[in-house]
């Protein structure tokens, strides 16, 4: 799905990728843990592995089989493909394998709230979205978001530039009152 996505996309979540460092042997996600990051691996060995449910039950038998990922793999492409279903992170998939890691393990983790922010910007770029109320909810929340950022610009404005409005304002209201 990424290998589609437009390189202006891709630059802004290279912008949200943060490094992480794992130890050997440590978890990095548990079966019935919400799923909210995706993981880059740059570096070292990570095992999946059938875990149990929440519920107690054990995870589907597709699950159910070792996976080893390596320095170019990631986890977490179900974040990624149920991005075009919904839009509130409130309720993240849960996990069905134990992602743990076999060597020390560096890597890139995307979050998803970070995941979120990209596709609420850049909605548009994503051709999974074929769902018009969503793409609707989606347009708003961009505007709403550049709405933000304009009213936080202008919200940090030095005090000077402030005065400096307010006067060029007087000033051209005296003037067009004179005329």
Not at 106 to 115: H, P
Request: glycine letters at 4%.
């Amino acid at each position: 799905m990424l290998q589609s996505t437009d390189e202006r996309v891709l630059k802004v979540i290279c912008n949200y990728l943060k490094p992480v460092i794992y130890s050997e042997n440590s978890y990095v996600i548990r079966a019935g843990e919400p799923l909210d990051l995706m993981l880059f691996i740059t570096q070292g060995i990570i095992w999946t592995f059938a875990g149990t449910q929440v519920d107690g039950s054990s995870s589907s038998s597709t699950s159910s089989i070792t996976r080893c990922l390596e320095k170019g793999d990631f986890y977490g492409e179900e974040l990624l493909s149920r991005i075009s279903t919904y839009i509130s992170f409130s309720d993240l998939p849960i996990c069905t394998d134990n992602v743990k890691c076999h060597t020390k393990v560096e890597a890139f983790a995307l979050l998803a709230k970070d995941l979120k922010t990209v596709v609420t910007e850049f909605w548009w770029y994503f051709p999974n979205l074929n769902n018009s109320e969503l793409e609707e909810k989606l347009a708003l929340s961009s505007v709403r978001a550049v709405r933000r950022r304009n009213r936080e610009k202008k919200a940090t404005r030095s005090p000077k530039l402030a005065a400096d409005h307010r006067e060029q304002r007087l000033a051209y209201q005296r003037l067009h009152a004179s005329c």
